[in-house]
């Protein structure tokens, strides 16, 4: 018999889980009384369990659960914990259907017909270890430990869940060790050739500005929940700048907003910061004790003209002046700055000039000022290095996969890493990722996952575009099914993840499953024998001085700790650059081949003329109802579109474009359909599509995504992912 | 005459960001069916000064004080309570659907599943244990709550019955818009 994915799904377990489920489920139609029904108060009841938002969203929301009977009932934000409060996203409040999603894979299977058929058989998971095991065996005799490639990345936050169930594995067995860089990197390198450091100051302090400004960042994708304070701010008087190329409704909210043509961030600072020397709303005393280089950065400035600002970023010269005096006049500013548009080939020259209008403000060293970018304190912590094994790995200087290049190391015939030959990938295990439809270009990338060659081991909750490439799928657990913590990387806390329900069917969470395989292919070390609680204090023992006073019975009674970073950050002047001042002219920056001080550079300068020439710059966003590509199968949430198109009114009407419209999207890469929306929300020569969509679920055809399209390129430091980067043609489909 | 104890939405538009949390919200309360929306958000693309700005208006019964709803139900299906909601009584309706064509506010729909009528009743079975419905509660941004309409009204000059997408109606609606700010 033939068993396809839809008759696993109505095996036992499943069965069992969805019907108790229903049974909690009395709808409408058995209301009583005029309207009321007190039925749908019963999934309020039952047991608490607090479990932290695991989604790579700057938010980390507690969550508070209810469980009746062993099920999941209902989720609401921990009002304990402020940051949070009672509201999480609308994503953290499906989290119900999202666990129990009709379409979650509950047994191992084996692929039976060709790579992407959707063939399977399913098995048991004493054969799918096996199988592993002696495969990943064989290889690692015959090719050698780096054959074998993890890819994972962000499907799942959890200090166990996301780095040490799957990085003990890694290491012991000496896998290729795999960069993940798609995030934060080029802005990293960008923030310290100015300042030495990403990290920046408690975002609660925006209570204490005067100005928000928010640059390339969507506060509602990644971060509703800080909205509220910035609201409250708002209401105590604290302006709201923005800028960016995609109108985000803070944008729309804002008393000003500047809408840039995308990556001219470089000209648009040059030009404020123009503004405010003329003006004399510089910081002279900051300036000439916090910082080296600033007759440098004057010299600079009298490089470029007004004229030629205006020309290149599309921003009207009177509002950029308008948005400088705003600047200039309010003493303490608190920028935040998103990670989106540094994912361009000029991310880290970006981010170095819109951090230097902090510099010259002498915004840096007071509560309620700074920059915040990146803030690891709690994540980054960690004891990943116990945690993680890497004590255990004995090859250190195994080869390196930067994941954006994923297609390229998984080239057929000429695999290839950091622009140089690499040893070809034979055995690939995805974990907390969806590689097909998150790495850019992916039509290259099922290039490589259709090589026969390749054996390719799943480990996911559904039946994503990347599981139907594999060998051999493993039923995920999500990552309410397991014990975990988190730390943050915006606001400074460490939180819980306690166990909400059991595994759903044969699910396995992901220390489990990455233990067992160990355990099968041999692994005797004491790594391979530790529960997740055990990883939990191992986690927890570390010498970071932010978690002092910090332990697991500590975290696990009060289930959220805020750290205890000092506060103003930055306060003593002192900064972790060559000079120990901030750079207006760096030597960073020069080393890497760029102008020392602002580079006037545009991706397009980087661009082969065959994708140079094309009439639109593609940006691919987050937005605010899923995550990457997580959420697609989600109910209820799935209802919301994620395949549309922004098209600003003039390029429609150019190409006699309606609202709704079908339109193709193409360049070398491949090509893509969309729903048009007409909006000014983008500028005139840009479109926007979300990203990561996936693309067996696009209902304008399956044969494109947004990441068909996308750079496997990477930006100009840091080794980041540049999808930004990236042109193509518009079409009437 | 004016019902002092009209309870109606209160909703801050200027801070709407339109992630559809609210909707979201309503419906696994409700436990509606999937393509079953209580609670909408609609997005405005308008001219403030000399830019275009989005504006997001989330709307549901409006719990009106001349609801069309009940003016045109055959079978008295709908009643007005004491607090000013708007409740139908589905084991009444005979979804005849003359209530989905009335409603100027597009709040009432047909469940395909028993092809009655349905709409928000503001989550009553909340309100009456002193709760707030679930939409308000799952405003992540706090732009979405309930109130006393008519004290609101008469206390706050920031608070009116104009809005974008929204204003006076001959079914007497009671939702309010808070602008704090321009």
């Known amino acids: 018999m033939k068993i396809n994915r839809r008759t696993f799904l109505q095996g036992a377990s499943a069965t069992a889980v969805l019907s108790s489920l229903s049974g909690l489920t009395p709808g409408m139609?058995?209301?009583?009384?005029?309207?009321?029904?007190?039925?749908?108060?019963?999934?309020?009841?039952?047991?608490?369990?607090?479990?932290?938002?695991?989604?790579?969203?700057?938010?980390?929301?507690?969550?508070?659960?209810?469980?009746?009977?062993?099920?999941?009932?209902?989720?609401?934000?921990?009002?304990?914990?402020?940051?949070?409060?009672?509201?999480?996203?609308?994503?953290?409040?499906?989290?119900?259907?999202?666990?129990?999603?009709?379409?979650?894979?509950?047994?191992?299977m084996e692929r039976v017909g060709k790579k992407g058929?959707?063939?399977?058989?399913r098995i048991s998971w004493e054969q799918a270890y096996e199988k592993i095991a002696k495969r990943f065996n064989q290889i690692v005799n015959e090719h050698g430990s780096e054959a074998i490639l993890p890819y994972s990345y962000s499907g799942n936050y959890g200090a166990i869940g996301m780095s040490a169930s799957g990085e003990r594995f890694w290491n012991r067995i000496g896998s290729s060790i795999l960069e993940r860089k798609v995030c934060t990197y080029a802005a990293y390198d960008g923030l310290k050739s100015l300042y030495g450091t990403f990290l920046g100051p408690d975002p609660e302090d925006v209570l204490l500005s005067d100005v928000y400004l928010t640059w390339g960042h969507d506060e509602v994708v990644s971060n509703t929940i800080a909205i509220k304070l910035i609201n409250q701010a708002r209401d105590r008087g604290t302006k709201l700048l923005a800028v960016n190329p995609q109108r985000t409704p803070l944008c729309s909210q804002a008393d000003i907003y500047l809408q840039p043509r995308p990556?001219?961030?470089?000209?648009?600072?040059?030009?404020?910061?123009?503004?405010?020397?003329?003006?004399?709303?510089?910081?002279?005393?900051?300036?000439?004790?916090?910082?080296?280089?600033?007759?440098?950065?004057?010299?600079?400035?009298?490089?470029?003209?007004?004229?030629?600002?205006?020309?290149?970023?599309?921003?009207?010269?009177?509002?950029?002046?308008?948005f400088a005096q705003v600047l200039g006049e309010n003493e303490k500013t608190m920028l935040r700055m998103g990670y989106g548009f540094q994912r361009n080939f000029n991310g880290a020259r970006m981010s170095r000039a819109v951090a230097m209008l902090q510099a010259v403000t002498g915004n840096f060293g007071k509560r309620g000022n700074g920059l915040i970018y990146d803030n690891v304190h709690a994540g980054g912590g960690l004891n990943q290095y116990q945690a993680s094994g890497k004590y255990m790995r004995k090859n250190p200087d195994a080869q390196r996969i930067n994941m954006t290049e994923l297609a390229k190391a998984l080239h057929p015939s000429h695999p290839t890493s950091h622009d140089k030959p690499s040893k070809p990938i034979h055995g690939m295990i995805i974990y907390n990722g969806n590689p097909v439809v998150v790495a850019p270009d992916t039509n290259a990338v099922l290039d490589g996952m259709k090589r026969e060659d390749l054996f390719v081991v799943g480990h996911d909750m559904v039946m994503t575009d990347s599981l139907q490439y594999c060998d051999i799928i493993v039923p995920a657990a999500s990552q309410f099914e397991t014990e975990?913590?988190?730390?943050?990387?915006?606001?400074?806390?460490?939180?819980?993840?306690?166990?909400?329900?059991?595994?759903?069917?044969?699910?396995?969470?992901?220390?489990?499953?990455?233990?067992?395989?160990?355990?099968?292919?041999?692994?005797?070390?004491?790594?391979f024998q530790a529960?997740?609680?055990?990883?939990?204090?191992?986690?927890?023992?570390?010498?970071?001085?932010?978690?002092?006073?910090?332990?697991?019975?500590?975290?696990?009674?009060?289930?959220?700790i805020k750290l205890d970073v000092p506060q103003p950050v930055l306060a003593d002047g002192k900064y972790d650059t060559p000079s120990g001042k901030i750079e207006f002219s760096s030597k960073l920056m020069a080393d890497a081949g760029f102008h020392p001080v602002l580079d006037w550079g545009l991706p397009e300068d980087e661009m082969e003329p065959r994708e140079r020439d094309l009439p639109f710059r593609l940006l691919s966003s987050g937005v605010p109802q899923r995550v990457n590509s997580s959420f697609y199968n989600v109910k209820y949430i799935r209802a919301i579109p994620a395949y549309y198109v922004k098209i600003h009114p003039k390029d429609a009407q150019q190409y006699e474009i309606k609202h709704n419209d079908r339109v193709t999207l193409s360049n070398h890469r491949g090509e893509a359909k969309f729903v048009a929306m007409v909006t000014t929300g983008v500028p005139q020569g840009s479109l926007m599509?979300?990203?990561?969509?996936?693309?067996?679920?696009?209902?304008?055809?399956?044969?494109?995504?947004?990441?068909?399209?996308?750079?496997?390129?990477?930006?100009?430091?840091?080794?980041?992912?540049?999808?930004?980067s990236t042109r193509v043609a518009l079409a009437k489909a | 005459m004016k019902n002092k104890h009209q309870l109606g939405f209160v909703f801050r538009q200027e801070n709407c960001v339109g992630c559809q949390a609210c909707t979201?919200?309503?419906?696994?309360?409700?436990?509606?069916?999937?393509d079953v929306r209580f609670r909408k958000v609609d997005r405005f693309e308008v001219k403030r000064d000399d830019d275009?700005?989005?504006?997001?208006?989330?709307?549901?019964?409006?719990?009106?004080?001349?609801?069309?709803?009940?003016?045109?139900?055959?079978?008295?299906?709908?009643?007005?309570?004491?607090?000013?909601?708007?409740?139908?009584?589905?084991?009444?309706?005979?979804?005849?659907?003359?209530?989905?064509?009335?409603c100027p506010y597009d709040a009432v729909v047909m469940l395909k599943t028993d092809g009655k009528a349905a709409k928000c009743n503001m989550c009553i079975e909340l309100i009456d244990q002193g709760l707030k419905p679930a939409c308000v509660d799952g405003c992540p941004v706090k732009c979405l709550d309930t109130d006393r309409i008519e004290q609101l009204l008469t206390q706050s000059h920031t608070v009116s019955k104009e809005g974008i997408g929204y204003g006076h109606c001959i079914t007497k609606p009671n939702m309010v818009i808070v602008k704090e700010r321009l």
Request: aromatic share 8%; charged share 25%; with cysteine.
């Open chain 2, 24 to 34: 979201i919200a309503c419906q696994i309360h409700n436990e509606l069916p999937e």
């Open chain 1, 29 to 108: 139609a058995n209301a009583k009384v005029a309207g009321v029904n007190s039925g749908l108060l019963a999934k309020r009841n039952g047991r608490v369990v607090y479990h932290s938002c695991l989604r790579n969203c700057a938010a980390r929301c507690l969550l508070k659960f209810r469980v009746q009977d062993g099920i999941m009932t209902y989720v609401t934000g921990a009002e304990e914990q402020a940051k949070t409060g009672k509201a999480p996203c609308l994503k953290g409040q499906s989290y119900v259907q999202y666990t129990y999603a009709a379409d979650r894979i509950l047994h191992p």
């Open chain 1, 263 to 322: 990556s001219t961030d470089v000209q648009l600072c040059a030009g404020i910061i123009k503004y405010l020397v003329e003006k004399d709303l510089v910081n002279h005393e900051f300036i000439s004790e916090q910082t080296v280089g600033y007759d440098e950065l004057l010299k600079r400035l009298d490089e470029i003209s007004y004229d030629e600002i205006e020309t290149i970023t599309g921003v009207p010269r009177d509002k950029m002046f308008e």
């Open chain 1, 531 to 560: 529960s997740n609680d055990d990883i939990i204090k191992e986690l927890l023992d570390t010498d970071s001085p932010y978690y002092k006073g910090v332990n697991y019975e500590r975290l696990m009674k009060e289930k959220y």
């Open chain 1, 689 to 724: 599509t979300p990203k990561c969509n996936w693309l067996r679920l696009n209902p304008n055809g399956t044969d494109g995504c947004t990441n068909s399209l996308t750079t496997d390129k990477l930006t100009d430091m840091g080794g980041c992912s540049a999808y930004h």
């Open chain 1, 484 to 527: 975990d913590i988190v730390g943050d990387y915006h606001g400074y806390y460490v939180q819980v993840c306690q166990k909400v329900i059991e595994p759903l069917g044969e699910s396995k969470c992901n220390w489990t499953f990455f233990r067992e395989l160990g355990q099968a292919m041999g692994f005797k070390d004491e790594a």
């Open chain 2, 52 to 102: 275009m700005v989005d504006v997001w208006l989330s709307h549901s019964c409006m719990h009106c004080g001349n609801p069309a709803c009940l003016m045109v139900c055959p079978s008295q299906a709908y009643t007005i309570r004491n607090d000013g909601l708007v409740v139908l009584d589905r084991e009444k309706c005979t979804g005849c659907g003359l209530c989905i064509n009335a």
């Open chain 1, 117 to 121: 058929e959707g063939k399977w058989r």
